[in-house]
């Protein structure tokens, strides 16, 4: 499947002042992670933003918004987005906000894939 290059560059240009951030193609398009964390994608001409089980019910009833369904069942915690949502650069930027918000909430992921070690204080062995 092909995703909207060009709002992949307008994207980029959001997110390039922010540290740990990289690409993957993910649901056939491509996904911006953020410290380990799936934040924002493009699927087709949709943005598709991770939104967290917190703020889901508001921002999915918000214009333009949807249930991103991509298996057929609703997936909570995120959205897709009508480019009609997003034609606007500060509408794109409220929406990768919220996204990066999100991924910048959970703790980071180790390059394994795997959240890093909490920094409690663990026991030392003898």
Known sequence: MAYDEGLAERIRGILRDHRDVSEKKMFGGIAFIVRGHMSVGIVRDDLMVRV????????????????????????????????????????????????LKYAMSLPPKTVSGRRAPSKRHKPTRR
């Open 52 to 99: 967290g089980p917190e703020t889901y019910e508001d921002l999915v009833r918000q214009p333009h918004a949807r249930p991103m369904d991509f298996t057929g069942r609703p997936m909570k915690g995120f959205v897709y987005v009508a480019s009609t949502g997003f034609e606007e650069d500060e509408d794109l930027e409220r929406w990768v906000g919220h996204g």
